[in-house]
Nanobody, 125 residues
Framework: QVQLIESGGGLVQAGTSLRLSCACS????????MAWFRQAPGREREFVAA????????RYADFVKGRFTISRENDKNTLYLQMNYLNVEDSATYYC??????????????????WGQGTQVVVSS
């Protein structure tokens, strides 16, 4: 049974930080590219960041560059997203996703096969 369980969301003030985690099981995490997407109410799901199966390469959406860092611990089957300098526009439900391991890092949701249920992040001004 494939499981991706996000945690770490919450209500925070603008300018502060959060660290999201995604605990994975039921598939070969170490051979999977991993990504974070987010979706705010009334908006489409959008790409946030992704990392290759080895952790050697990463990709970020322009709006998070310099603020967010994606990382993974393959020995723990866990994906992370460190989010700094949060602003109100970062409020959304954050989802982790898994796709085939490759050197190319896709940013489209349809390239990822497994998804978590999401963790909500609310940033107040």
């Amino acid at each position: 049974q494939v499981q991706l369980i996000e945690s770490g969301g919450g209500l925070v003030q603008a300018g502060t930080s959060l660290r999201l985690s995604c605990a994975c099981s039921g598939f070969t995490f170490t051979m999977s590219n991993m990504a974070w997407f987010r979706q705010a109410p009334g908006r489409e799901r959008e790409f946030v960041a992704a990392i290759t199966w080895t952790g050697a390469s990463t990709r970020y959406a322009d709006f998070v560059k310099g603020r967010f860092t994606i990382s993974r611990e393959n020995d723990k089957n866990t994906l992370y997203l460190q989010m700094n300098y949060l602003n109100v526009e970062d409020s959304a439900t954050y989802y982790c996703a898994a796709g085939p391991g490759a050197g190319v890092i896709p940013a489209r949701p349809e390239n990822y096969q497994h998804w978590g249920q999401g963790t909500q992040v609310v940033v107040s001004s």
